[in-house]
């Protein structure tokens, strides 16, 4: 109940905003000039090389262009060399600091965007990032030369309009919070990119965009590498100082999974992520490991699934998921304090008591000693009569009368008309209505 009303509270706010950045909710951590985010490094070193695998299994790509649906791109090719924008941080969950954009602007009627372009900004080839080649970025994005997903997330928004040489304006069909974020995220590309070719036959053209790293060699559909551009037009910017520190990001492709396992243990890539809890109890072991020579490093995850799942099938590597929004700033935990409590105190005549006085009610536990069975036996007296007759049968009575149930289909239900047809039933005996070993 007070998850719910949450929710709606936060949608309902009016959003924050400053000239340097866009929050969805609440204020802004970074003030405008700041000179980096607080989680890096701003005098990590320059140099060396970072071999990886592709986050997505994939066996070769065959296409340097990612926004178009056929073919398979190269992997890293959205993250290291095209640029959005506005960009996130790792501090705050719906808060984009100004990245091509310096300047952002929601009109009071929450139905424009505007953005003003860094003049510094500035692609591979030199040229400066201009308002045309927003706009021409989103049109062929909306087009049906790309692949769909961009007409889905940029639905609400109406058109793309240049108001100056370095501005542009997108219109909007609703006013919601969340759509700056979303505009904000649009990657730009020049408008030289594919020498005007429609975008899905621009295939193996090399991007022309405004990212740190620059396509160097490879072996085509089997690995790639990318240069870091040391003249790369934001490396001095609040929100790029400390990051992209490597001078060649290498992603090498493996046919199968078994092949990319044993390449790592062997030291041909540098870092791998896991979303397999069978794999990390039972592949990720060894001497390696033991030695420190390979380092594996546990973040805390949720999964859907209750204690019994994780300790017999996933290796207890889960923490069980309670909610949508777990592990996030908007989980809902205990009894509310805080901004939460801020939000909720001018609605108290209106909320039920409970709200301010109860923890967040959670799902029952399937830990022993109880286990399952308690949970059977809550759920029995809750349920109560007149269904008690229902909830007992299952149970360890044998006075209790067996359950009978009988399932048709429509196939069984016209086979019943002809000679000799029976009915599909089951019955349960006395003997089977022993409650089964707790699990």
């Not at 949450?6 to 000239?19: E, Q, R, S, Y």
């Not at 929050?23 to 320059?46: C, L, S």
């Not at 790639?224 to 040391?230: A, K, L, N």
Request: proline content about 8%; hydrophobic content about 40%.
């Amino acid at each position: 109940m007070r998850f719910v009303l949450l929710l709606a509270a936060m949608f309902a706010a009016p959003a924050a905003w400053g000239a340097h950045a866009y929050a969805q909710f609440g204020d802004i951590k970074y003030p405008m000039g700041f000179a980096h985010f607080e989680w890096v490094n701003p005098n990590a070193p320059k140099g060396g090389a970072l071999d990886l695998v592709p986050p997505l299994r994939i066996t070769n790509f065959d296409k340097f262009n990612p926004f178009t649906l056929k073919g398979t791109a190269a992997p890293g090719m959205a993250g290291l060399v095209f640029e959005t924008l506005l960009t996130g941080t790792m501090d705050e969950p719906t808060t984009v600091y100004g990245l091509l954009a310096e300047d952002v602007e929601v009109e009071r009627d929450g139905l424009s965007i505007t953005f003003r372009l860094n003049p510094a900004a500035r692609f591979h080839d030199g040229k400066p990032v201009m308002a045309a080649d927003v706009k021409h970025s989103f049109d062929k994005l909306m087009s049906k030369e790309a692949a769909p997903q961009y007409r889905v997330v940029y639905g609400d928004v109406k058109r793309a309009v240049v108001t100056g040489p370095r501005s542009v304006r997108f219109d909007l069909a609703r006013a919601s919070a969340e759509l700056p974020l979303l505009v904000g995220g649009l990657p730009v590309f020049s408008r030289d990119w594919g020498a005007g070719k429609p975008l899905d036959q621009v295939i193996m053209d090399t991007p022309i965009a405004s990212g740190p790293y620059r396509i160097g060699r490879m072996n085509f559909g089997r690995d790639i590498t990318y240069e870091r551009d040391p003249k790369y037009w934001g490396r001095e910017l609040g929100v790029r100082r400390g990051m992209y520190n490597f001078d060649q990001v290498t992603y090498k492709i493996y046919k199968d999974n078994t092949a990319q396992t044993e390449a790592f243990k062997a030291g041909e890539f540098d870092y791998l992520r896991t979303f397999s809890a069978k794999e990390w109890a039972r592949v990720y072991v060894g001497k390696k490991f033991d030695s420190g020579e390979l380092v594996r490093v546990e973040l805390p995850t949720r999964n859907a699934g209750d204690e019994w799942m994780n300790r017999r099938l996933m290796y207890n590597s889960y923490i069980r998921c309670n909610g949508w929004l777990n592990g996030s700033d908007f989980e809902a935990e205990g009894l509310p304090a805080g901004d939460e409590l801020k939000v909720l105190e001018p609605l108290r005549k209106r909320l039920p008591a409970r709200v301010f006085n109860q923890e967040v009610p959670l799902a029952p536990k399937t830990i022993p000693p109880d286990g399952l069975r308690g949970n059977l036996r809550k759920a029995r007296d809750l349920l109560g009569p007149p269904a008690g007759l229902i909830a007992r049968a299952p149970c360890a009575t044998r006075k209790a009368r067996p359950l009978r149930s009988s399932i048709s289909t429509a196939a069984a239900a016209s086979a019943s008309s002809r000679p000799g047809s029976r009915r599909l039933r089951s019955s349960a005996s006395r003997a089977n209505t022993a409650a089964p070993t707790s699990r």
